[in-house]
């Protein structure tokens, strides 16, 4: 049994009703998908699954049909919850600071997650799968799910193959394993059509022509530090309440950065008229020091990609010169030779 955790998992799934899936402060097609796969999952199980994320879901994420039953509200009550694609408290802020927090405390929960390092983990978590081998949270619950022969119907395998499509960007990076392209392929086998799901999140991903002369803005305004290698912009409060609602500054503008000869890092800082600074990071091939970037500042990911945001009233142009100046000292080490990873 590749996770004898499973046995355990049955169980506190057996027992319960209502089921609360919850996605963290950071949704992205891995969380959607894991989510959206485990309602259709559990459904078929005869549960009463319900969804939840503190975070309205982005655009981009909106061709996954059923995005809209995902609530912004935790019910009043449940009896058992699953939190998928995060492993840390830091990404739950929003829930620990609702009413409802202490029922889901004493409930049982499971957490479902492939990020390695964990600062701040859920204490209250009945059982933590965290298996950072797994390409996305979406691979892992279809190893689960096969290992607890439960129904995996033609639309939970849609969702999962958008979880590991969004996770390893197409299966480009080097998060998909030999066991991710097998499971791809039962897949495509179990009659899951990936060009069509390809042709769906494309059409979702078009930008408005507004935003299409925003981009010119942040190329124009890209920085370049540590001898080219990283590109950075920062996108202000004005800017975030303006374009954000359309689209995401970061997926807008970050792959051009990663595209620009020399550039191998590339992180969008956003700064918020009260004190919170967050930067999103995105690393080329070779360059995997995301996580341990982010992890400077309390933030965490993959190593190709990471996110991390400060609350501590420090000055904004202190934090970037300091995240601009670990991302150098980072490459270096990558540069020398070390396994980033
Ligand atoms: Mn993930």
């Keep these: 049994m590749t996770y004898p955790e499973a046995t355990k998992i049955k169980e506190l799934v057996d027992a319960a009703t209502k089921i609360i899936i919850i996605q963290a ?37 909106r061709y996954m049909s059923g995005w809209d039953r995902v609530s912004k509200d935790l019910p009043p009550k449940f009896d058992l919850s699953i939190i998928v694609d995060a492993s840390t408290m830091t990404l739950l802020e929003r829930i620990k ?13 499971i957490v479902l997650d492939h990020h390695k390092v964990v600062d701040n983990p859920i204490t209250f ?13 979406g691979e892992l619950i279809y190893v689960l799910s096969q290992e607890l022969n439960w129904p995996m119907s033609k639309s939970a395998q849609e969702f999962l193959m958008n979880s590991i499509l969004g996770d390893t960007q197409g299966l480009s990076n080097d998060l998909a394993s030999a066991t991710t392209y097998r499971i791809m392929a039962d897949m495509v086998e179990a ?10 999140r494309r059409s979702y991903s078009k930008m408005p022509p507004e935003i299409y002369s925003y981009k010119a803005t942040l190329i124009q305004r890209t920085e370049f530090s540590s001898n080219g290698e990283v590109a950075s912009v920062t996108v202000p409060q004005a800017e975030i309440k303006r ?9 807008l503008i970050q792959g051009d950065m990663l595209q620009t000869s020399s550039v191998r890092v590339a992180i969008v800082f956003k700064s918020y ?26 933030g965490g990911g993959h190593p190709y990609a990471g996110g991390f945001k400060v609350t501590d009233g420090r000055a904004f142009s202190e934090v970037k010169s300091e995240c601009l100046q670990r991302a150098g000292e980072l490459l270096n080490q990558v540069a020398v030779g070390s396994d980033e990873r």
């Design 125 to 137: 978590a009945s059982l933590i799968i965290n298996d950072p081998k797994r390409a996305s949270a």
């Design 97 to 109: 600071d609702s009413a409802e927090a202490g029922w889901l405390a004493s409930k049982p929960c």
């Design 243 to 251: 374009y954000s609602p359309l689209y995401n500054p970061g997926p």
């Design 25 to 61: 402060d950071n949704p992205d097609a891995d969380s959607l998908g894991s989510a959206l796969a485990l309602e259709h999952i559990l459904g078929d199980l005869g549960k009463e699954p319900l969804l939840y994320s503190a975070v309205d879901m982005p655009g981009y994420l």
């Design 273 to 298: 008229d009260d004190g919170k600074i967050t930067a999103a990071i995105r690393c080329n091939s070779g360059a995997g020091i995301a996580a341990e970037l982010a992890g400077h500042f309390g």
């Design 191 to 200: 009659g899951v059509d990936r060009p069509m799901l390809e042709e769906l």
